[in-house]
């Protein structure tokens, strides 16, 4: 893993702490570990046990995590030991007991919280990773102070990508384009799907020549005949049969920036609903690219898909895209602006989506989407397949 320039995680807490300010913020608890990783590059799979990285109103963010992941977190990270703080083993899986009371009390020590009614700390209270005993037991340390969801701030500055990430969502492409040929190549009848995944990842472990992967934060998915009009399913060890499509949706991964890519194969001739439905799907991708530029909205590029289908009897209530970039597991997206009918969001160069055009009928589906970022006179593609339903 290669950190970021230094000047980049400057501007990024600069960012973040500017945000901060304009709600009063004393604290921001990030929990997050896409989040903790944009500010800090400190990337180890430790998220499953409690961490944060905490971000005062002025000065540096320290992290705190088990002992045993902050021993060598100084190491990989852009922190400093001094910004790395370790709780006790005796603290993992206990019931009487949670590390953050732990990480609380160090946090007072240090001055980075307050047990303070004029103290206002910001949580991610929807973070995958931020559970209801860590929540009990950050406010049971803080009785007094003021918590507060902080709505996603640090996931809404990471919107808009630098050139140095925008750079990596590149690479990230080729690897996810890659992944798909690999992916479509290997579909075969009588196959089973188990080993077709089984090439998928290991086509995302290694990349390119030049570039090498990183996992995912979704495994592939690959709904297969019946199921292919449902989507996020992954495999089975069944056998691909002559006449059944699969959609697939998978992901290139790069110094944990993600670039999600969905493609739909057929083994046999299609039936007359596939034929059918792919040229309009196409129209449509086509249509939201268009849409998808600088000083346009999230509702912008959605009507534009709709409005492609309309004319041919078909609609789209769920959204259309969604904002992609650093992820973890359990999902790739960056759970800010969705291209659907409410999104408002006026769209800035530097954002970056994956417009996912995926139509779930009754016992068939169709997906086709691409991954893109905004410019000032368009969408910027991150892959360069064809936008066809691939016939085997």
């Known amino acids: 893993m290669t950190l970021a320039p230094l000047p980049e995680y400057a501007a990024r807490l600069a960012h973040v702490q500017a945000e901060m300010a304009t709600r009063s913020m004393a604290a921001l608890v990030v929990s997050d570990p896409a989040n903790i990783y944009y500010l800090s590059g400190y990337d180890a799979w430790s998220f499953y046990m409690p961490q944060c990285l905490v971000v005062p109103a002025d000065g540096e963010p320290q992290l705190f995590a088990r002992a045993m992941d902050a021993a060598g977190a100084a ?22 007991t949670h590390p953050y009371t732990w ?4 946090a007072i020590l240090v001055g980075l919280l307050a047990d303070d009614p004029g103290w206002t700390v910001g949580i991610e209270g929807d973070s995958h990773f931020f559970s209801p005993r860590a929540y ?53 009848v009588g196959r089973r799907q188990c080993d077709v995944a089984a090439e998928i990842l290991a086509a995302q472990a290694a990349g390119t020549p030049t570039h090498g992967g990183d996992y995912p934060a979704i495994y592939p998915m690959l709904p297969t005949g019946d199921a292919a009009g449902t989507p996020h399913l ?3 060890d ?35 609903r596939l034929s059918d439905m792919a040229p309009v799907v196409a129209d449509g991708m086509a249509a939201s690219l268009a849409a998808l530029v600088a000083g346009a909205t999230g509702h912008d590029v959605h009507a534009a898909f709709n409005d492609v289908i309309g004319r041919h009897g078909h609609t789209k209530e769920s959204r259309t895209g969604y904002s ?10 960056e759970r800010t602006v969705s291209l659907r009918a409410a999104e408002k969001t006026v769209l800035q160069a530097g954002m ?16 086709l989407s691409e991954p893109v970022a905004v410019t000032d006179t368009g969408a910027e593609r991150f892959t360069d397949l064809p936008h066809d339903l691939t016939r085997k």
Do not use: C
């Open 103 to 106: 990480i609380v009390r160090q």
């Open 352 to 367: 970056t989506f994956h417009v996912i055009l995926g139509m779930w009928m009754d016992g068939w589906g169709y997906e």
């Open 136 to 188: 009990l037991a950050l406010t049971g340390g803080i009785p007094r102070a003021h918590v507060v969801d902080s709505a996603e701030l640090v996931n809404w500055v990471r919107l808009v990508k630098s050139e140095h990430e925008l750079a990596r969502m590149r690479i990230a492409g080729t690897i996810a384009e890659r992944a798909m040929t690999v992916a479509l190549d290997a579909v075969e």
């Open 238 to 272: 069944a056998r691909f049969v002559a006449g059944e499509a699969t959609t697939i949706e998978l992901a290139g991964a790069y110094e944990r920036y993600h670039v999600p890519l969905a493609r739909t194969v057929v083994l046999g001739d299609p039936p007359s």
């Open 75 to 96: 190491s990989i990270s852009a922190l400093g030991p001094n910004q790395v703080h370790g709780y006790p083993e005796e603290l993992v899986h206990r019931h009487d």
């Open 324 to 333: 992609i970039g650093i992820a973890y597991p359990p999902d790739w997206g």
């Open 234 to 236: 992954t495999w089975s």
